[in-house]
């Protein structure tokens, strides 16, 4: 296993997600627990010493198993992980509460690594209001030694990042971002990092396969890669580009069953970082695999024809995201934070921002898609 340093700490590279434990019956309420408390074991027998898991991960469940299962290992033999659950506005006057219960929920006195959930468009305004007192309450654990490092999660854009490091960047001391080399462009991750690096920030890695999406790829796209690292399986052509990122320390997957655990972990016996010409294939592939995007360059041309006032280029951007990743949840998250008046719904099909479109986008027929997509 291959081992970063962080601070005092040597963490391995490689840490187990608990989003995507094995379940029963199909119903991710119910976590296998014997299946689970084995592919610990392996994790542990290989040198896996950071564990990620959440409030709301399994409907609620996930911090208990996790819990109960790391409950037999002595404490000071692996890092844990969870988060307070800012995705949802109810939680945000409930942080004493909540943490409480965590620390309850997963059997421990203290939280190796604790964040804030999900910085994103939706709930940035509440985080930094003060009058919830979540920052203060947090920074008070960590000063009880209840919290050993203080970090956040981001879905957000890289406005929403800046404005919550512009905030608290001082007392960050780790981020977790959506990051491969398809979001490397697609959700501009890229420039996250670079934000992140200017604050000093070290990089926590979430969904470094995009769901599975990375995990297998066209014939085509796999003889490419096969030509060049003929030994390498597809998967692992992610992580490596992971590896080749200096900022990432952690990189965090939510293994769902011992096949995946085990070609994981493989990977993670050796730092193999691409060179130029592998990095240049792999972004390539992505470019490819991103083809029917909506070419819109945010030239915002059409924003100032729009009798609705709708920021056209965002939705457009959002519209991408949702239809690439065949529905989820970061477009529906980050439209609740825009008035509803200024959804794809209120577009009139007019037609006005179509007259000056320099990418001759038919906006408004994807408007139509994008509101009947939301409502499907």
Known sequence: ????????????????G????PVMDGDDAKIDEKAAAEMIAYAMEKGINYYDTAWGYH???SEIVMGKILNQYPRES???ATKFPGYDLSNMDKVQEIFEKQLEKCKVTYFDFYLFHNVCEMNINAYLDEKYGIFEYLMKQKENGRIRHLGFSAHGSYEVMKRFLEAYGEHMEFCQIQLNYLDWSFQDAKAKVELLKEYHIPVWVMEPLRGGKLAKLSQEDTSKLKALRPDENTPAWAFRFLQTIPEVTMVLSGMSNFEQLKDNINTF???KPLDEKEMEALLSIADGMLNGRVPCTACHYCVSHCPQ????PNLLELYNEHVFTGG??????ALMAVPEEKHPSACIGCRSCEAVCPQQIKISEIMADFSNKLNA
């Open 78 to 80: 692996y890092y844990l």
């Open 309 to 312: 006032g709708l920021d056209i």
């Open 18 to 21: 608990a989003m995507r434990l």
């Open 59 to 61: 409907n609620g469940n």
């Open 269 to 271: 016996e050796e730092d």
């Open 328 to 333: 989820g949840f970061i477009a529906p998250m």
């Open 1 to 16: 296993m291959i081992y970063k340093k962080y601070q005092d700490l040597e963490l391995s590279a490689l840490g187990m």
